[in-house]
C-alpha cells in the first residue's frame, strides 16, 4: 500500500517567501502549531509526509514541473506546436521580465518557492525532533536522516538551476530569511554531502510495502554520486556508485521495456520514484508525453478509424502532445537498439503518426487512468543511471580499461546480439558515454543537467534540429542558469549583492 494518504500537515510558518503578511493574518484555528503538534513519532512522520507530499505539487514533480528545467531546451523532448506561455524556457528567450509572467503556478518562481518550503518545513522538523526528550534514539535518527535528505535533495536542485542561493539550516523567522544573501554553491554541496552520508547511514536499505515512496539509503547515496560528478570528485563519485551497485538490492532489469511498464512501477531497477494515487493525488505529467487525438493520424482521413480502433482497446489520444522526440533524437537513435521502441514511435495499431512520440512516457488506458488523474509514479532514479554514473567516473580516472564493465552492463540489452564497446581512447570513450546517457536516460529528466555538467550545452543547442522553434540564435552562457524571480528580489534586495547581473539577466 502506498504511503501518500489524503491529509497535509500544515505549518504555522509559510510555505513560501511571498504572501507571508497575508498568511499571518488566517485564523488561528485554522493553523497547526509546531509548539502542540510535535510530540509523537506518528506527528513527525505526518510532518515528512508532507514533504513528500510538496514534492508533488505541479511545480516540482507533480506536472512537467522541473522536466522545464531539466530536460527541456536539450537536445531530445520538444512541443509539437507552439504553446506559448512556457516557450521561453525552450528556446532560450528567457528574461527577468518574463520569468513570472510566464509561469502561472508551475514555472520558475513556483519552483524557488516549493523548494524553499521543503528546506523551511525541513528545518522545523529538525528543531522540533532536536527538542524532543520523549521519542526513542532510533526514532530520532530516522525521522533526521529522512529530513536531512529532504533538504538537501531541494538544495541540490536550487544549486543546479540557479547556482549560488540563499542557504540556512536553523529554524529562522520569516524576517531572518528574507534577508539572506546567496552563499556560494560549492559551500552548500559541501555541507549537503555531510547531510546526505548521515541520511544514507540510518535509512533502510529497502523499503517495505506499507512505505512504497518513500526514500531509502540509496537514494541518498545516488544523489551524492551526482554532486560528486558535478564536482569532478571522481574518486568519490566512482566509490559511492559503486556502494549502490554492490550492495544495494537494485538489479538491472533484463528487458528495458518492462522498466516502464505499468503495474511494474515497484520494479528492482528503480531506486526511487514519487508516488501517486489516482483520485488521491492523481498527476498530468503523463499528459505531457500522451498524444491527443486532435493531432493524429498523420492520415487526418482516418482520425475516426484511429479513434475506435483506441476505444476498441479502451484507450485513447488524451495527452497534450507537447513533449515529443525531437527530430534530432528521431534520426540519431540508432535503429538497431532495442531501446528505440521505447522512446521513438512514430506508428501505432498499425496506423502512421503525424509526430513521433516516446512510449515509455505515455498512459493511453482511459478506464484506469483518465487524462490529469494518473496513477504513474514519477520515476527519479534507477540503477541504470548508476551505472553509466560509475563509468563516467572511472573513465575520467584511469581511462576506458575498468569502465567498459559499467557502460556494457547498460548495453547489454540494448543489443541482440551484443554490442559491447572496446578499443575507445578516454575522448572517445566520454563521447560514446554522452551518447549512451541520452539513448538510455532519455525523457527521464537527466539530459539538460547533463549537457551542463559536461560543459557542452552551447554547442548541443546549436547543432540539435528542433521542429517547432530554433534556439541556436538566442541561447547564450548565462543560460545554463535561471534568473532568481523578480517577486523574491523586491522581498530580498541583498540577494543582488554578490551578483548584480541576476546570473547574467540584467
Given at each position: 500500500m502506498k504511503f501518500i494518504t489524503k491529509y497535509i500537515l500544515i505549518f504555522v510558518i509559510s510555505a513560501t517567501f511571498i504572501d507571508c503578511d497575508s498568511y499571518l493574518e488566517e485564523e488561528p484555528k485554522a493553523i497547526t502549531s509546531p509548539s502542540t503538534f510535535f510530540n509523537t513519532v506518528e506527528e513527525f512522520e505526518l510532518a515528512i509526509v508532507g514533504l513528500y507530499e510538496t514534492w508533488q505539487q505541479n511545480y516540482l514533480h507533480g506536472n512537467i514541473g522541473l522536466y522545464r528545467f531539466t530536460e527541456n531546451g536539450a537536445d531530445i523532448v520538444?512541443?509539437?506546436r507552439n504553446f506559448g506561455q512556457v516557450e521561453p524556457y525552450m528556446s532560450y528567450?528567457?528574461?527577468?521580465?518574463?520569468?513570472?509572467?510566464?509561469?502561472?503556478?508551475?514555472?520558475a518562481p513556483m519552483t524557488w518557492q516549493g523548494l524553499y518550503s521543503i528546506i523551511l518545513n525541513s528545518n522545523t522538523i529538525l528543531s522540533k525532533l532536536e527538542l524532543n526528550d520523549v521519542i526513542s534514539q532510533s526514532s530520532k535518527e530516522r525521522i533526521e536522516a529522512e529530513t536531512l535528505f529532504h533538504r538537501a535533495y531541494a538544495y541540490y536542485y536550487l544549486t543546479n538551476l540557479w547556482g549560488d542561493v540563499p542557504y540556512?539550516?536553523?529554524?529562522?523567522p520569516i524576517s531572518e530569511i528574507q534577508a539572506l544573501p546567496r552563499t556560494d554553491k560549492k559551500t552548500i554541496r559541501d555541507e549537503i554531502l555531510v547531510d546526505l552520508q548521515k541520511a544514507q547511514a540510518s535509512l533502510?536499505?529497502?523499503?517495505s510495502t506499507n512505505n512504497l515512496g518513500k526514500v531509502s539509503k540509496w537514494v541518498a547515496a545516488t544523489v551524492m554520486v551526482k554532486i560528486y560528478l558535478i564536482q569532478n570528485k571522481w574518486e568519490q563519485a566512482k566509490s559511492k556508485a559503486l556502494e549502490i551497485i554492490n550492495d544495494s538490492p537494485h538489479k538491472l532489469l533484463d528487458d528495458y521495456a518492462s522498466v516502464f511498464k505499468l503495474g511494474n512501477e515497484y520494479n528492482e531497477e528503480i531506486i526511487w520514484s514519487i508516488d501517486f494515487a489516482k483520485d488521491v493525488n492523481g498527476n498530468n505529467w503523463v499528459d505531457h508525453f500522451t498524444p491527443r487525438i486532435r493531432d493524429e493520424p498523420k492520415d487526418k482521413s482516418k482520425k475516426a478509424e484511429l479513434s475506435a480502433a483506441l476505444a476498441a482497446r479502451n484507450e485513447g489520444f488524451?495527452?497534450?502532445?507537447?513533449?515529443?522526440?525531437?527530430?534530432?533524437f528521431v534520426k540519431k537513435f540508432p535503429l538497431d537498439d532495442l531501446r528505440r521502441a521505447s522512446n521513438v514511435t512514430s506508428e501505432y495499431l498499425g496506423y502512421e503518426l503525424n509526430f513521433s512520440y516516446i512510449p515509455k512516457r505515455w498512459n493511453l488506458d482511459q478506464i484506469n487512468s483518465p487524462r490529469g488523474n494518473h496513477a504513474d509514479n514519477k520515476l527519479i532514479f534507477r540503477l541504470a543511471d548508476v551505472y553509466?554514473?560509475?563509468a563516467e567516473a572511472e573513465n575520467e580516472l584511469n581511462g576506458p580499461g575498468n569502465a567498459y564493465q559499467y557502460i556494457n552492463k547498460v548495453r547489454e540489452r540494448a543489443f541482440e546480439p551484443d554490442q559491447p564497446l572496446s578499443g575507445l581512447s578516454k575522448e572517445e570513450f566520454r563521447l560514446a558515454l554522452y551518447d549512451e546517457?541520452?539513448?538510455?536516460?532519455?525523457a527521464e529528466g537527466e539530459r539538460r543537467m547533463d549537457l551542463i555538467r559536461w560543459g557542452i550545452l552551447l554547442d548541443v543547442v546549436k547543432n540539435t534540429e528542433y521542429r517547432v522553434y530554433d534556439p541556436a540564435p538566442n541561447i547564450k552562457p548565462h543560460h545554463i542558469l535561471l534568473p532568481i524571480p523578480p517577486e523574491e528580489l523586491i522581498l530580498n534586495p541583498t540577494?543582488?549583492?554578490?551578483?548584480?547581473?541576476?546570473?547574467?539577466?540584467?
Open positions: 520538444g512541443p509539437n528567450s528567457l528574461s527577468e521580465s518574463n520569468i513570472s509572467a510566464i509561469s502561472q503556478g508551475a514555472g540556512y539550516r536553523d529554524n529562522l533502510p536499505s529497502s523499503i488524451t495527452g497534450y502532445g507537447l513533449a515529443i522526440a525531437l527530430p534530432d553509466l554514473m560509475a546517457r541520452k539513448w538510455e536516460l532519455a540577494l543582488l549583492e554578490s551578483d548584480p547581473t541576476n546570473n547574467g539577466y540584467r
